[in-house]
């Protein structure tokens, strides 16, 4: 639970964790995890195994971080072609800044403490 859950007042001091305008309507994080719709983004990757697709999102588990490139379980070339939105760590709350890391032939921007065994939630260009 972040100190933003513990004190509501304080959540206009804080940068948004996500831009509500390009994530599905129904996302939101509650205790800190990214929850789309009903469905909390961790236990379905625990549950379905990684890469998962859930309302239009990939979900996807790091593998490692080394040297500014993050590896993941998998990826789909097919739903990442166009490119990404967004991308967020959905099984925790980073307080780290932002900063860019390849990704196969892309950059994308993450909080800077990423870290092999998150979770990923991807939004793809349409």
């Known amino acids: 639970m972040s100190i933003f859950e513990l004190l509501p007042s304080l959540k206009a001091a804080c940068r948004p964790r996500f831009d509500s305008a390009i994530w599905p309507p129904d ?3 509650h205790l800190g995890r990214l929850v789309i719709g009903t469905t909390v983004v961790e236990d379905l990757a625990d549950c379905c195994g990684t890469p998962t697709v859930l309302g239009g999102v990939l979900v996807t588990r790091v593998r ?3 040297a500014g490139i993050v590896r993941v379980d998998g990826q789909s070339s097919r739903m990442l072609a166009p490119g990404i939105l967004g991308a967020e760590i959905a099984n925790r709350h980073s307080v780290a800044s932002r900063e ?3 990704f196969g032939d892309r950059k994308i921007e ?3 403490d990423v870290r092999a065994g ?3 939630a991807l939004l793809p260009k349409s």
């Open 110 to 112: 993450l909080p800077s």
């Open 27 to 29: 996302t939101h994080f």
């Open 100 to 102: 860019y890391f390849a």
């Open 118 to 120: 998150d979770v990923l």
């Open 64 to 66: 490692s971080v080394l």
